[in-house]
């Protein structure tokens, strides 16, 4: 059977790592709110930050939270609109698994697809030759051209699956 690679396994409130790439996502952040005119703020200066460490399938309202602990004078408002900046600005991706919640991931040049775990909800990133290779011949078999797909997995995860039932 396929064997899916898993490259990150991360839930919603992953830990705080200290991380150069953050900075390096700040840097970028800033030349391209330059590019449009715009200016960095200290609270969009945090909003990112704390968002560029935790990396991964956040929704705005964990976020929120997370910022909060950094800057507790951040409205839900403006993480928001800083959300929709990075967006903007493709440093963010806006995805929407099953559950409607909007979550928001670093856009990597690496594509992959996601397993979402609908007992404990949990996210993990998967990429399989496979699977991509496969998409490639159907599209050539309905004679069309992809510009893009999501490939989302839903079930119980390893700990949810080992888990008896209460
Ligand atoms: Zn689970
Ligand atoms: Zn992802």
Redesign the pocket.
Known sequence: MTRLEVSAEAGPTMSNQPDLSSEKAIASFHERLKERGLKSTAQRDDIARVFFQLG??ISAEELYAEVKKVNPHVGYATIYRTLKLLKECELVYE?HFDDAQARY?IVTKRH?D?FICERCGK?I?FENERIEHLQEIVAQELGVALTRHKMELYGLCSDCRDRRPS
Do not use: L, T
Request: charged share 50%; aromatic share 0%.
């Open positions: 991964r399938h995805r991931e992959h996601h996210i990133e």
